[in-house]
């Protein structure tokens, strides 16, 4: 167990590191951390399948993995959503979705079909207005500059009563505390519905509110 903290506080010590020269220059997390963010480890310490349930996530969904890097949640939210839901998963960084594409051609990972890579910014979201169930964002949000301006794309793209799900977890140096997260969310429209999991790792998930009807 002391190993695993060891390696555990090592991986983090780097990705801090290369947190603070990204800031610098102002450049996405270089697409070789990938590999670290798609680790077992990361997944001992932060549980895919938790992560998602908290998230409101259910059979059927059309799903935006926004910020989905190597894809450590993606394969999973392929499963959960099945056969008959569908998973856009969006990056801006073409090496992470190469990454994502070998994960998918694995042999575990062949029978996953419901999976479309898309390179985009999250400010210019490449989907027609209100037409997916659900936005997904795992320790994303706070690597975007103008975070406003991708959660209006988040929203414009939202089905009405559609969930946003934002998950921060603390290891990660941009993490912001769940009052940060919910203002700012608030902030851009959203109406809070769910507030789960602890201050080191939670979910707060949010819906896109419904049309107001005249009477």
Not at 3 to 27: M, N, P, Q, T
Not at 47 to 58: D, F, L, M, Q
Not at 147 to 169: N, S
């Amino acid at each position: 167990m002391e190993v695993i903290w060891i390696v555990l506080g090592i991986i983090f010590l780097a990705l801090g590191f290369l947190r603070i020269i990204d800031k610098r220059h102002r450049s996405p997390t270089p697409a070789f951390v990938g590999r670290l963010l798609d680790s077992s480890i990361r997944r001992w310490t932060q549980p895919p399948h938790k992560i998602i349930e908290r998230s409101g996530i259910e059979q059927g969904m059309t799903v935006l993995d926004l910020g989905c890097g190597s894809g450590a949640f993606t394969t999973l939210l392929a499963r959960v959503v099945g056969e008959q839901g569908k998973v856009y998963a969006v990056d801006i960084q073409p090496g992470m979705l190469r990454q994502l594409e070998c994960k998918l051609a694995k042999t575990e990972n062949l029978d996953i079909r419901n999976v479309e890579l898309k390179q985009a910014s999250a400010y210019e979201l490449p989907f027609e207005d209100d037409s997916l169930d659900l936005v997904y964002m795992v320790a994303a949000l706070q690597e975007i500059s103008d975070r406003g301006k991708a959660l209006r794309e988040a929203r414009r793209v939202l089905k009405p009563g559609g969930i946003l799900a934002v998950t921060e977890f603390l290891p990660d140096t941009d993490y912001p505390l769940r009052s940060t997260t919910i203002k700012l969310c608030q902030e851009e429209g959203f109406v809070l519905d769910g507030n789960l999991g602890n201050f080191w790792n939670y979910t707060v998930r949010f819906k896109k509110p419904l049309p107001v009807t005249a009477n």
